[in-house]
């Protein structure tokens, strides 16, 4: 029954992709931008080939690529040219597109890193919109590129962005963090904890770059320091969450303990899932799984604050996460929990006026709801979960995400 009930939304999100599938913005970016549209339909394509969804990822690719050369700069990963150009270099990964990579993003590097060179003051490091997201794609390009030549490049931008990280690093008794505008608007700063945005996705982006031996001196030690910051936040008991969001330079914690892919103890507890394997640490792999535990116990919505279906809040991220980790473990708990938030974001589907019934999440003081296609908040993004859902081997495009 739930089977046939998510290939039945997989189809009607497809339809309105294939049909409706634009977004209000010309970003090009892979979570808030069309890129993330391409990835969608290519992963459709190998899961249900048609000439349609091929036609439309390749469609999306060729006007991205235009975009850039008739003068599109927006830099960001979130919704930008690293984004795009990640997409882009995973596709081509996958074998879904077939391009010179080398050729065709290689133009780019010299504008990327000069954009990162520039990211400065709060927040500089952010993964969505700074210098992470930048790194992010650099990493993915040395991964991939077989020019000795370029991948010599990246590997000193890459060191160049570990040296910026060091540089700027506020140190603790605990270890060390970088400091953010907490709520710029008051002048509050402080240590963001979140995936999306904090220290969470450095722990992230630091562990993928200690796998590499090009790196590992300069990264691993980052990264120990920025752990231990991190574990230093961690409550002994709760009934929501083990981690606050943020704490500020005044030690005064947030109050917010969301379910959540951006903010809250399931991405914090991905990073030091991640880091574990790297530093083979069984203490920090074993908070990992005790943040994740207690987070599948979670079940009430005013508390979890689950108000839409989206990767980046909603229902259907906190769902990706627990299958997630399902696979990594093979814990039944994780199977349950994820289950159990699949079948209620199937029930999220009651907007007339929405994207497939779905619409996303708008805050404020007024809240609202509005219809969304993109990858993070949108209906591609959860199209992408239940593919991935049905079929557990396509799950590389959560590398967008951190999770894979």
């Known amino acids: 029954m739930r089977e046939q009930k998510l290939k039945d939304k997989l189809e009607e999100i497809n339809q309105e992709l294939i049909t409706n599938g634009t977004l209000d913005t010309k970003d090009v970016g892979v979570l808030s931008g069309s890129s993330g549209l391409a990835l969608y339909h290519f992963y459709y394509n190998a899961y249900n080939p048609n000439e349609a969804s091929e036609d439309r990822g390749s469609e999306i690719i060729a006007s ?8 599109y700069n927006f830099h960001t990963f979130c919704g930008g040219i690293a984004g795009a150009a990640w997409t882009i270099e995973l596709l081509n990964e996958l074998d879904f597109i077939e391009l ?35 790194g992010y794609y650099f990493l993915k390009r040395y991964e991939n590129t077989p020019s000795e030549e370029l991948k010599g490049n990246y590997e000193k931008m890459i060191l160049e962005i570990i040296s910026k990280l060091e540089s700027k690093a506020t140190r603790s008794d605990n270890g060390i963090y970088w400091e953010s505008n907490l709520v710029k608007e008051e002048g509050i700063i402080g240590c963001n904890l979140s995936l999306s945005h904090g220290l969470s996705s450095i722990i992230n982006f630091l562990s993928r770059l200690s796998s590499h031996a090009a790196f590992s001196e300069h990264s691993l030690p ?6 231990s910051h991190m ?39 991905v990073s030091l899932w991640k ?23 979670r079940r009430d919505i005013k508390e979890t604050r689950i108000v839409d279906a989206g990767l980046c809040h909603g ?29 209620y ?31 993070l908040e949108g209906i591609a993004g959860i199209g992408l979960a239940i593919l991935s859902y049905l079929h557990p081997e396509n799950t590389h495009w959560n590398q967008c995400l951190m999770i894979g």
């Not at 991205?64 to 003068?71: A, C, H, M, T």
């Not at 005044?250 to 892919?261: G, P, V």
């Not at 006026?353 to 296609?373: L, Q, V």
Request: proline content about 1%; glycine content about 8%.
């Open 275 to 297: 880091a574990s394997k790297v530093i083979e640490d069984e203490a920090v792999k074993q908070t990992a799984i005790q943040l994740l535990k207690h987070a599948a116990t």
């Open 222 to 227: 980052l990264l120990n320091k920025a752990i």
């Open 345 to 375: 974001g199937l029930t999220m589907d009651h907007h007339e006026d929405g994207s497939a019934g779905y619409k996303k999440w708008r805050g404020g003081d007024t809240p609202t709801y509005e219809k969304e296609n993109s990858l």
């Open 64 to 71: 991205i690529v235009e975009s850039i050369n008739q003068g």
């Open 231 to 269: 574990m230093s936040y961690k409550r002994k008991e709760t009934e929501t969450s083990f981690f606050p969001d943020w704490i500020t330079n005044k030690n005064e914690e947030s109050q917010s303990n969301r379910l959540a892919w951006c903010y809250g103890d399931l991405g914090i507890a």
């Open 315 to 343: 229902a259907f991220g906190v769902m990706h996460i627990f299958d997630f980790m399902y696979k990594e473990t093979s814990d039944e708990i994780f199977k349950e929990a994820a289950d159990y938030w699949i079948d």
């Open 100 to 134: 010179d990579t080398d050729a065709l993003l290689g133009v780019l590097d010299e504008y990327l890193n000069h954009v990162a060179h520039l990211q400065e003051g709060g927040n500089f490091y952010d993964f969505l919109h700074g210098l992470i997201g930048i």
